[in-house]
């Protein structure tokens, strides 16, 4: 980062186009009542400062780069996810009823699942695995495959 001083209590930071402002100067006669690490941070500022004339161009090195975050572990392929099976369960019985695999988008199905009945937006689920299809797992791929899904295979 660049810093252009034009006074020590102004600096000017070229890269983020922000006016930094540093705190006046303590008296000599002793430090501040209050001791904390801003203000002791604020001290060591003025001692860099100090020796600056107006316009000097500071230049402040960049921050180290932080390491990159581990990769994320994928979930487990064991079984489907319950929101996975009622999309599963309407698409079979969309599929049963209209004898065709395109669903429209704003298609909703209601199906009954373990005794509960289930309002779906199945032409959203279906756009969605579409969609995303590179991030199913293979036993899902394998269920959508099975009533003709051409894209799943």
């Given at each position: ?66 390491p ?43 199906i ?42």
């Open positions: 980062m660049a810093h252009t001083c034009a006074r020590l209590e102004r600096c000017w930071d070229s890269t983020t186009h922000r006016q930094i402002r540093a705190p006046p100067k303590q008296a000599a006669s002793g430090s501040s009542p209050t001791r904390s690490p801003a203000n002791a941070e604020r001290e060591e500022l003025w001692k860099a400062l100090d020796h600056l004339r107006e316009g000097d161009t500071l230049v402040v090195p960049p921050k180290p780069a932080e990159p975050s581990p990769t994320p572990v994928k979930k487990s392929t064991a079984a489907p996810s319950a929101a996975f099976e009622r999309g599963l369960a309407a698409l079979a019985q969309y599929i049963a009823r209209e004898g065709t695999t395109t669903v429209k988008r704003p298609h909703r199905e209601a009954v699942l373990h005794g509960q009945e289930h309002e779906l937006a199945l032409g959203l689920w279906f756009a969605n695995q579409k969609q995303r299809r590179d991030k199913l797992t293979q036993p899902q791929r394998t269920a959508l495959a099975e009533p003709g899904i051409d894209w799943a295979q």
